[in-house]
């Protein structure tokens, strides 16, 4: 069965520090495809990212870089240099190929960043 | 501007009372999605469409009904037989990329039932 768990509850960080997102998941699919997404107070899900299982390659967009590890099956998501406009819920997902796109979602992750 | 609309963001009713979240996009998306999220949860998912006149049930789906007249369009409606309605609504749609389903949000709609 899939399963994405993410372990950190909340997370309170100051600005300026470095934070890592935990995301651990369960599929027995060999293609399969890794989400994060981030929900800010107004309620909306903004997609962050998409990861395919047969790319490893970690990837980088500003601030934010997320490391892929079949080998463990994670999908960590690090913030450099916090900002206060950072504060979210941040959720990881998986979907399965041909799935009809239906996500598994992990409970989420709230990051609180302090000025 | 292409996106996703959800309205009302907040309503309120009374229990026993059916209620219907609009759900609208304008982003010639096929597939259509409901997902419900209560306080320290992920999102799970409630139904879900493919195509127009066509949907599935999703984990939650008891108590809950859709329906999929026209593309831009997955109205979902909350039954009484629903036991615990309260909770944060957000619809999605997706696009087909590479055989993979990328989904955008709408804003959501918070009921309220007491």
């Known amino acids: 069965a899939q399963k994405v768990t993410q372990a950190q509850t909340e997370i309170s960080v100051v600005e300026k520090e470095d934070v890592t997102l935990d995301c651990v998941y369960e599929?027995?699919?060999?293609?399969?495809?890794l989400f994060w997404y981030k929900q800010p107070p107004s309620g909306e899900l903004v997609f962050l990212i998409r990861?395919?299982?047969?790319?490893?390659q970690n990837e980088i967009s500003g601030r934010y870089s997320w490391n892929f590890q079949k080998s463990t099956s994670s999908f960590n998501f690090t913030i450099t240099a916090s900002q206060v406009v950072d504060s979210a819920v941040y959720f990881c997902?998986?979907?399965?190929?041909?799935?009809?796109?239906?996500?598994?979602f992990g409970q989420g992750t709230t990051l609180q960043v302090k000025p | 501007d292409g996106g996703i609309t959800q309205s009302p963001k907040y309503l309120f009713r009374k229990e026993g009372q059916n209620v219907t979240l609009s759900c609208e996009q304008n982003?010639?998306?096929?597939?259509m999605y409901w997902y419900r999220q209560d306080p320290g949860q992920g999102l799970r998912l409630i139904y879900y469409?493919?195509?127009?006149?066509?949907?599935q049930k999703g984990d939650i789906a008891e108590g809950y009904s859709v329906s999929r007249e026209k593309k831009e369009s997955f109205p979902l409606t909350v039954t009484s037989a629903q036991k615990n309605p309260t909770a944060f609504y957000l619809c999605?749609?997706?696009?087909?990329?590479?055989?993979?389903?990328?989904?955008?949000f709408g804003p959501g709609t918070r009921l309220t039932v007491t």
């Open positions: 990861r395919n299982s047969f790319d490893e």
């Open positions: 982003l010639n998306h096929d597939a």
């Open positions: 469409s493919q195509i127009v006149n066509d949907f």
């Open positions: 599929t027995r699919d060999t293609t399969y495809y």
């Open positions: 997902a998986l979907s399965e190929e041909g799935n009809t796109g239906k996500l598994i």
């Open positions: 999605a749609s997706s696009i087909v990329l590479d055989r993979i389903y990328e989904q955008y």
